[in-house]
């Protein structure tokens, strides 16, 4: 099941513990405007006990993900359902992921730890951190909503595989994926 923004009903932002109820509700409500969509707040998740990979100290995400429910599992859905965690995720064969998509079930997982400033020995920046943060949850989100990455590197649904290359590019969708995401696939 791919969920389509047309018919999607709204946004639901589950913050991981050490996210505040507060930091969730503003990622979710500027991400949410992007997608003409209000967003709310869900309960409070834990990572399940073996999502922890103790030799590499980084979780992993597939396993929040599954702590997550599905768009079509919540009353009066389908809701884009978003976890936004502390953990420092990791995916089989990477070292690390800023989030993931599980596009079957129409969640998303946005993980803040390599988006602060301080994580690269720079000064803190709270201002760059709330529109990376906004960038990822975005380009999460488009995973949610059925697209796939983009060769344009300006678009925020181009891969980022460093910090560099999400503060490179832009808050917004290209032309293509725009019409992609708004009008669905022709
Ligand atoms: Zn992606
Ligand atoms: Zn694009």
Excluded at 32 to 47: C, I, S, V, Y
Aim: one cysteine or more.
């Amino acid at each position: 099941m791919t969920l389509f923004l047309k018919n999607t009903r709204g946004l639901i932002v589950y913050p991981f513990s050490g996210i505040g109820a507060d930091f969730a509700v503003m990622a979710g409500r500027r991400a949410a405007a992007t997608f003409n969509l209000t967003a709310r707040t869900g309960d409070q998740l834990e990572p399940p006990w073996d999502a922890l990979n103790k030799r590499r100290r980084q979780y992993r995400s597939g396993s929040l993900l599954s702590r997550m429910p599905a768009a079509d599992e919540l009353a009066g859905g389908p809701f884009a359902v978003l976890g936004i965690t502390d953990l420092d995720i990791f995916v089989p064969r990477l070292n690390y992921v800023f989030g993931q998509t599980d596009q079957a079930r129409g969640c998303a997982l946005v993980s803040l730890a390599r988006l602060r400033p301080e994580f690269y020995a720079k000064p803190p920046n709270r201002q760059l951190f709330e529109e990376r943060t906004e960038k990822e949850v975005v380009h999460e989100l488009g995973h949610v909503f059925g697209l796939a990455h983009c060769p344009d590197p300006a678009c925020i649904m181009h891969f980022s595989n460093t910090i560099e290359d999400t503060d490179s590019k832009g808050p917004g969708f290209c032309a293509i994926c725009s019409r992609l995401l708004f009008q669905g696939p022709v």
